[in-house]
């Protein structure tokens, strides 16, 4: 019986043992699932240092700094004060060795970049705050996201927003503190308490990083729509003209009447107009000792100069009736009492493109680059940005960086470099300044690359090689270039270059063949609408809107070119691959050219 016992023991022990053991596994396991589970936070402040990705960004964060967890892996910044204000100065840490491109206003109703490394450096009034870590590799930044995490350059962006009735904007001091300035505008509107001032987002693609910031920013504030989600008024997509420079504030009736006559006569019609200042009722101070009086706003009800003379009933409304009817039947007249004039967009920008000339003092030479027959124009998709090897160079004040800016059509990329070198706002002087620069040419590269989302003109991304043509508007030549290769570009000071960039398809046979658009405009490849492939019988088949000279890039001389039903002539540079061929008028309203080039 004894030794029965003890066998039953045995077993007992036996099964308890593998009892607890697999209890202790099974413990282990939710361990380990819940440590997988638990991402480390990407932005945190730890021992009083802001910590994004590993990266320390700000030192001696104090005390009363707060952060709240955010979308999209971001956080927001806010504070506690020991008292209750309608302005808050405080120190958000020490920010030094890690580059920024800060976006500033330096007027009401004007902003300006600065760039540098140290918080001293960083403008009052900052309203969009950049940064890039100095320690990371751009080989592996510019791998397209298969590089090594660990080793990527990291950009965090700072969003100032509005926090209750306080509204935020950033700032340095002179011992390299990053501050945040909070005020409400209002001696009797205070607080002490702020959650939600700044939001901190970071990521490897400075272009991404951005895009997901603002709509996390969006989803907070539910007080705006993202780009992406508006739709765009129609006049974008046409010519026009703004008064303010051709007349300031002695704008009249038949000045504005003469503007669009002269725009029209030289074959750049105008289908929007900017009435800017001058057009409403003001009156001077009644009681002034100078000899010109400042005049102030009385009403916002058109003046003298655009009444009608025999009937003063009949202002400025049925003034701009008369001229739509006249020129805009199917587009706007924008009366507008106060326009920023720097917003000049050019040709790509992807915003609207007007000028401001006084009439007949008009570029009609530059203008036609710009401006199809019809008033339209060939606009870029997106906004226009800085390519990522300049975003925190400063191509007005460094003497040493050229500025390049990139964009989208729906089959090119389009790439403008600009020698901006000379002039900038003086935060010392308080005024747009000239400062020495080199009469020396600057050098920079250009790749396929810096436009930054080429790879989604191509047809078929996943099996395209990386290989670009690059079509020089200014040279007329024609190169292509692989995946990474560069080629050197130099300007002196006010002269540029703009590139049409296209993915190059290749084809069955070993044809290799790129759309370039309407060569003698500057954004060639927005005259692009539709581009297919048949490779079964080599043909390539494009819908383009516009008339001009249109280009493409063929490794061998098609067989025939077609447009719409008819075979017509080209001409082809065997050296280049350049094939171009005559669109000689526009097509008719609401169509566009159909071209077959048969490989």
């Known amino acids: 019986m004894a030794g029965l016992e003890e066998s039953f023991m045995m077993v007992f022990v036996e099964c308890l043992v593998l009892r607890i053991l697999k209890l202790k596994r099974k413990e282990e396991a939710i361990l380990r699932k819940d440590e997988e589970m638990t991402i480390k936070q990407a932005i945190r402040v730890v021992d009083k240092k802001l910590i994004v990705r590993d990266r320390t960004i700000l030192t001696g964060v104090p005390d009363n700094v707060i952060v709240t967890s955010g979308p999209v892996e971001g956080v927001f910044l806010g504070v506690e004060m020991d008292r209750d204000d309608s302005r808050h100065v405080v120190c958000l840490g020490t920010f030094r060795d890690v580059r920024f491109m800060a976006c500033f206003r330096f007027k009401l109703w004007w902003m300006a970049q600065k760039m540098g490394d140290k918080g001293k450096d960083i403008p009052l009034e900052t309203q969009f705050l950049l940064t890039e870590t100095k320690d990371g590799s751009h080989l592996e930044s510019d791998r397209g996201g298969i590089g090594n995490e660990q080793n990527r350059i990291v950009y965090t962006v700072f969003l100032p927003l509005i926090d209750g009735s306080f509204r935020a904007c950033l700032q340095g001091n002179e011992r390299d503190k990053l501050e945040l300035c909070l005020e409400s505008g209002d001696v009797e509107t205070k607080t002490s308490s ?53 007349f300031y504030q002695e704008v009249t009736q038949e000045g504005v009447e003469a503007g669009i006559e002269s725009l029209a006569a030289g074959g750049a019609p105008a289908k929007f107009v900017i009435i800017d200042d001058g057009w409403q009722s003001v009156a001077g101070d009644l009681q002034t000792d100078e000899e010109k009086p400042l005049p102030r706003l009385t009403g916002i009800k058109e003046n003298s100069k655009f009444q009608e003379k025999d009937n003063p009933n009949l202002g400025i409304k049925h003034i701009v009736d008369i001229a739509k009817r006249k020129n805009f039947p199917d587009n706007g007249i924008i009366a507008c009492m106060s326009h920023n004039t720097d917003a000049l967009y050019w040709a790509i920008s992807g915003g609207p493109l007007y000028v401001s000339d006084a009439p007949g003092k008009h570029n009609f030479e530059l203008l036609k680059k710009l401006v199809l027959p019809d008033g339209s124009i060939l606009r870029a998709r997106l906004p226009g940005r800085p390519t990522g090897d300049c975003l925190f160079s400063d191509p007005a004040r460094d003497g040493v960086s050229l500025l390049k800016i990139w964009n989208m ?15 900038a706002w003086s935060s010392s002087e308080r005024k747009n300044a000239f400062h020495p620069t080199t009469a020396d040419a600057i050098t920079a590269s250009v790749r396929g690359r810096d436009v930054h989302l080429i790879s989604e003109a191509s047809i078929n991304s996943d099996q395209w090689s990386g290989d670009c043509a690059f079509y020089c ?58 581009l297919k492939y048949d490779e079964k019988v080599g043909k390539v088949c494009m819908e383009v809107r516009g008339c001009g000279k249109f280009g493409v890039y063929s490794s ?21 691959g350049l094939v171009s061929v005559s669109l000689d008028c526009m ?13």
């Open 473 to 530: 508007h200014n040279t007329r030549q024609l190169f292509t270039l692989p995946y990474n290769a560069s080629l050197p570009i130099s300007l002196k000071v006010l002269e540029y270059q703009i590139f049409t960039i296209t993915p190059i398809k290749t084809l069955a046979g070993g044809f290799s063949f790129a759309p370039i658009g309407l060569i003698d405009m500057f954004n060639s490849g927005g005259a692009i609408e539709e």
């Open 409 to 423: 059509n729906k089959y090119t990329g389009v790439l403008g470099i600009y020698n901006c070198q000379g002039a």
């Open 587 to 599: 097509p008719e309203e609401g169509r566009r050219h159909v071209v077959e080039f048969e490989l």
């Open 556 to 576: 061998d001389k098609p067989r025939r070119c077609v447009v719409g039903s008819i075979e017509v002539g080209f001409e082809y540079e065997e050296l280049s």
């Open 194 to 246: 702020f959650r939600h001032s700044v939001f901190v987002h970071s990521g490897t693609d400075p272009f991404t990083t951005i895009q997901e910031a603002v709509k996390a920013v969006k989803s907070h504030l539910n007080s705006f729509r993202h780009r992406q989600d508006k739709k765009l008024p129609g006049i974008l997509d046409y010519f026009g003209w703004c008064t303010w420079d051709a």
